[in-house]
């Protein structure tokens, strides 16, 4: 982790614990911080950071079940300091549309637009490009009829498509820090929580459950870390994406379902804390690219690849990772 990794990670973190609770005080501290900015450039009144930084943040945010969308309102700066609309960068959202499907685009009190980037297919955002639209207009109308919608043209294809691909590796990092989370309040459970006479974790089959899930955790947080990795250096591929956010969605699942199983009734309960993470994690599958998607996705290219290149499409990606 960079040192600005670390001072944006710990700046989140005490942020965090200190509005616990408080979304108006939280939205109000970040804004000022100008957390949300730390993909946008200084010149525009940015960080300047890469999307590895602006990981440590989404990582926090997922650790702390946060209510804000942070992912979005970070990807969300970005667009804006792109389409030289640097006076949104901090108060809009984004989203992505797959085709001319309708989207829901996170947003908050305060929020004045949403970018909806639009896709021809999970690969190729083609001719669709990038608009944006009022809050209003977002909450009950299909894409293909926004009122007030506004294309923002001009934007490099390449730069959009390094958005598109850091919101996939954003969310996979917001999702290992809820996953990481979930893990702790587990380990504790199981170490305090006596049963027949012993610990919780003492049990074969708890361990199990926690050793399958922390596994799935650990492979997540490498492939979402190498991903990074790859875009600030400019290399990455779609494959780095795809992968990451489809090992996030995977680990996911195991993670939840694993924990639930361990922490039994009382992980269900509206009172325990667990549930602000597996319901947010569960819906965070389906953001920047749905677990199937992006699975079928690895497919079609391991297909075209053929029997020849399917090896050098995994290891030479591996080998760069590993420089």
């Not at 797959?98 to 929020?111: C, E, Q, S």
Request: net charge negative.
């Amino acid at each position: 982790m960079s040192d600005t990794a670390r001072m944006l990670d710990e700046t989140a973190a005490r942020l965090l614990e200190r509005h616990a609770g408080d979304d108006a005080a939280l939205m109000r501290e970040a804004v000022e911080a100008g957390l949300f900015l730390v993909l946008v450039g200084e010149d525009d009144g940015g960080f300047g950071g890469g999307f590895a930084e602006a990981a440590a943040i989404a990582r926090q945010w997922g650790r702390h079940a946060a209510p804000l969308p942070v992912v979005e309102l970070m990807i969300g700066a970005r667009l804006a300091a792109l389409a030289e609309k640097t006076d949104l960068a901090g108060r809009t959202t984004a989203a992505l549309a797959i085709g001319d499907a309708a989207v829901a685009a996170p947003l908050f009190p305060g929020a004045e637009a949403a970018f909806v980037l639009r896709a021809a297919g999970m690969l190729s955002l083609g001719e669709a490009g990038i608009g944006a639209a009022a809050p209003a207009s977002l909450a009950h109308e299909p894409f293909a009829a926004l009122a007030g919608e506004r294309r923002l043209d001009g934007i490099d294809a390449d730069a959009l498509a390094q958005v598109r691909a850091g919101a996939a590796l954003l969310q996979a990092a917001a999702m290992t820090g809820a996953m990481a989370r979930v893990l702790e309040i587990a380990t504790d459970y199981a170490n305090t929580r006596n049963q027949f006479g012993r610990p919780l974790g003492k049990f074969q089959a708890i361990q199990n459950l926690i050793a399958d899930a922390a596994s799935e955790l650990l492979i997540a947080e490498a492939v979402a870390g190498a991903g990074l990795a790859a875009l600030d250096r400019g290399d990455a591929t779609p494959l780095d994406w795809l992968a990451a956010k489809a090992q996030a969605g995977r680990a996911a699942t195991v993670v939840a379902a694993n924990i639930h199983q361990v922490m039994g009734a009382i992980g269900f309960t509206d009172e325990h804390e667990l549930h602000r993470y597996t319901k947010r994690l569960w819906t965070w599958r389906d953001r920047w690219g749905r677990q199937s998607w992006c699975e079928a996705e690895i497919g079609r290219m391991a297909c075209a690849a053929g029997g020849a290149g399917l090896w050098p499409l995994i290891a030479d990606r591996g080998a760069q990772d590993a420089a």
